[in-house]
């Protein structure tokens, strides 16, 4: 079970053929879902066609798998921000930096 033929096919779909991405995204996130990179990627597709639940659920288990990955927080954020939930975007930002000031950029 190898899920990072999928999720490139996913990455490399997501602008010319969403719905395509779509389904390689989620075949990556069957295939490996302890894989940080494929909850991302299928939030950002989520994210594209407006399914911001869907997204935050996706950066959640995210969040879960690798709590110290900057890029979850920071989609997070913006995927809070998008919804109107202000308060949890800058929760979620403010982690952000605390994990970049720890870490650096991963």
């Known amino acids: 079970r190898f899920s990072l033929p999928d999720q490139g096919m996913a990455r490399l779909l997501t602008d010319e053929a969403p719905s395509q991405a779509l389904e390689f995204a989620r075949k990556a ?8 990179s494929n909850h991302l990627i299928l939030a950002k597709i989520y994210e594209r066609f407006g399914r911001f639940s869907d997204a935050e659920q996706e950066l959640q288990t995210a969040e879960r798998v690798d709590p110290i990955n900057a890029a979850s927080r920071f989609m997070l954020a913006r ?8 308060k949890a975007a800058e929760a979620e930002l403010e982690m952000f930096r605390k994990i970049n000031r720890t870490y650096g950029s991963q």
């Open 29 to 36: 996130v069957e295939l490996e879902p302890d894989v940080d």
């Open 79 to 86: 995927i809070y921000s998008k919804a109107g939930n202000h």
